[in-house]
């Protein structure tokens, strides 16, 4: 029997680029998984071509994002930034233009389409009928689990975008769960098939994301040596909580004012989704809150730059109401540096609590502000963890990630062809 190659996957991310930098906009840990993995699977012969929308005029139609990995930015209703709901109105003009782009080609150009967001499984699917070949989709966020844990101050997740998300979990070949929460979330909130359901964790970049000295770190970014230093990273927006830091950390001052001359709230990242309508939210929090003089608000920063806020940071705190996994956390982790997490979604795999951080139920700064205190006073407890927190990290590589991509795409393939398929690794 012929044995078959995955040889180049369609990879769909329509409502964001993998070339825009995370912790703005809508690009955050979806953006980074797509071009962390799609690195690795070029290097072992798997060519990966992505396509998203056109967010500017002068964008290349055609951009290398390394050997072997493509990036097609099409054109698909105004170029300037459109908010994440008016994006359903333009699947049609970015469905015609992967359609298009494939025919150029000779028939069997892709071995699979990677979908990810629910906007692109809705392309995929349009697609997969059209080239005969199998849809693998990662939702990455999920309307009915978002509903179910809905920050302060947010809008729940309208019910098109649940319809939307259900059909896409019904066509899809295979569905990726970051992990097995997340699978379970998709079997029993949307019906999937198990067997249709794979776990494949996402990885952390540990040339990139490892220990230094954290003397040198803090130098370079201006940060007191001797600081208790709080770090958030993401997006600001109500789903992320950084204003529960905020308010966890105004309350540790008003139990422990003596720790004012050396706290230092620091929050990377820009305002994304709802966090659009109010961009001054943070600093109006923290003058509200009397807190000014310990925060610093810092733009969204690249990956050599951030790995330096992870090493300077005592710890780093991820309150969100949900995360598919939190690459934020496994990131700090393998920088040396502990987290303190909302206990939901993904960050309970992420994080080991008691071992390279600590989980926090619910969300009240009551119960985050004795936590981060015992953390930022504890040199010893620290330090523990911080040790455990690199050896827990060092087990998410973006290479473990990319082969067990393969092992689905080949399965998604043989089953629909019902032949073997050969790995490329």
């Given at each position: 029997m012929r044995r078959r190659r995955v040889s180049r996957v369609a990879t769909i991310s329509m409502h964001t680029s993998p070339l825009d930098q995370p912790g703005t906009g809508d690009a955050g840990g979806m953006n980074v998984y797509i071009v962390e993995s799609a690195k690795r699977l070029a290097r072992h012969g798997v060519e990966v071509e992505i396509f998203t929308r056109a967010t500017a005029r002068d964008l290349p139609p055609v951009a290398e994002l390394a050997p072997g990995v493509l990036v097609r930015h099409l054109t698909a209703g105004p170029y300037e930034e459109m908010d994440r709901s008016d994006l359903p109105g333009q699947l049609c003009a970015f469905l015609s233009e992967v359609l298009r782009t494939e025919a150029m080609y000779d028939p069997g150009r892709y071995d699979v389409i990677h979908s990810h967001y629910w906007l692109s499984g809705q392309v995929g699917w349009l697609a997969?009928?059209?080239?005969?070949?199998?849809?693998?989709?990662?939702?990455?966020?999920?309307?009915?689990?978002?509903?179910?844990?809905?920050?302060?101050?947010?809008?729940?997740?309208?019910?098109?975008?649940?319809?939307?998300?259900?059909?896409?979990?019904?066509?899809?070949?295979?569905?990726?769960?970051?992990?097995?929460?997340?699978?379970?979330?998709?079997?029993?909130?949307?019906?999937?098939?198990?067997?249709?359901?794979?776990?494949?964790?996402?990885?952390?970049?540990?040339?990139?994301?490892?220990?230094?000295?954290?003397?040198?770190?803090?130098?370079?970014?201006?940060?007191?040596?001797?600081?208790?230093?709080?770090?958030?990273?993401?997006?600001?927006?109500?789903?992320k909580a950084p204003d529960v830091l905020l308010r966890a950390a105004s309350r540790m001052l008003i139990d422990d004012p003596s720790l004012r001359d050396r706290l230092v709230v620091a929050c990377v990242g820009g305002p994304s989704g709802n966090g659009l309508a109010r961009p001054s939210l943070l600093a109006e929090l923290a003058t509200e809150l009397g807190i000014s003089d310990v925060v610093r608000l810092v733009p969204p920063a690249p990956q050599e730059a951030l790995a330096d806020w992870y090493r300077a940071a005592s710890v780093t705190v991820v309150p969100s109401y949900s995360e598919s996994f939190g690459l934020v956390a496994l990131e700090s982790q393998a920088c040396g540096t502990p987290v303190a997490a909302a206990a939901v979604g993904g960050l309970r795999t992420a994080v080991r609590d008691g071992v390279s951080g600590v989980l926090v139920d619910g969300h009240d700064p009551a119960a985050w502000a004795p936590a981060l205190h015992r953390l930022i006073t504890s040199p010893r407890l620290r330090d523990t963890l911080a040790r455990d927190a690199r050896a827990h990290a060092a087990a998410f590589g973006w290479q473990s990630t990319a082969t067990r991509l393969v092992e689905v795409y080949a399965g998604a393939i043989a089953n629909l062809h019902k032949t073997p398929v050969a790995l490329n690794f």
């Open positions: 997969k009928e059209r080239w005969g070949v199998p849809l693998v989709h990662t939702m990455h966020t999920m309307a009915k689990v978002k509903n179910l844990l809905l920050a302060r101050g947010d809008k729940p997740e309208p019910p098109a975008r649940v319809f939307g998300e259900e059909q896409v979990v019904q066509v899809a070949d295979r569905l990726v769960a970051n992990t097995a929460d997340e699978a379970r979330e998709l079997i029993d909130l949307y019906g999937a098939d198990e067997r249709r359901v794979a776990v494949v964790n996402p990885g952390v970049n540990l040339s990139v994301f490892r220990p230094a000295s954290q003397a040198a770190a803090r130098h370079r970014l201006g940060l007191p040596q001797n600081a208790h230093v709080l770090l958030f990273v993401g997006r600001i927006q109500p789903l």
